[in-house]
């Protein structure tokens, strides 16, 4: 596997559970979105979201979401922003049975926001890389052109951002005052 998602064999997935069973799956589900082709990454993002994204999060969801983050700052990865916005609808889930699973999913997301800064920071040498010496594309409904995905990639760290940063949640603790 080299080394992005390496670690992954750390996890004893067998042991977690997702929506519909065993996470036993999820390694091959994290390799298909890391090194897939467009169709099957897409395909292993949407199967990875049904899994441990949806209401409920699971005791897979906290393990997995480490390696969503390293997926995210992988350049190679076709659909960072897509693997965002997974992280988003995480932090946006929960399991009113087993909060310490919602406390440690959203942990696990709101830990990596350092690369949703850098993602987001990096947007704008990537626009211009996007758009070697031509007029702008004209964007899509939503305004981003699916010509740029550095666009799309911006945007959803910077929706994540400010959805770590405004989090709050029965599940966990409510953050510290910030100083006066």
Do not use: K
């Amino acid at each position: 596997m080299g080394t992005v998602l390496g670690a992954m064999r750390n996890v004893r997935w067998h042991e977690l559970q997702h929506a519909y069973g065993s996470a036993s799956q999820v390694p091959g589900v994290l390799s298909r979105i890391a090194w897939g082709d467009a169709p099957s990454s897409g395909e292993a993002l949407t199967d990875l979201e049904r899994w441990i994204g949806t209401p409920p999060v699971f005791d897979s969801t906290a393990a997995t979401v480490p390696f969503l983050w390293e997926l995210a700052a992988t350049d190679t990865v076709r659909d960072r922003a897509g693997v965002l916005d997974l992280l988003a609808t995480i932090l946006a889930a929960g399991n009113p049975q087993h909060p310490a699973w919602t406390r440690a999913a959203h942990q696990a997301v709101a830990e990596g926001r350092g690369t949703a800064v850098r993602l987001a920071a990096a947007v704008p040498e990537a626009r211009e890389a996007d758009r070697p010496g031509g007029p702008p594309d004209t964007p899509e409904p939503g305004g981003l052109s699916p010509a740029h995905p550095a666009q799309a990639l911006g945007a959803a760290a910077t929706r994540l951002l400010t959805a770590i940063d405004g989090h709050m949640c029965p599940a966990c603790p409510a953050p510290p005052p910030a100083p006066a």
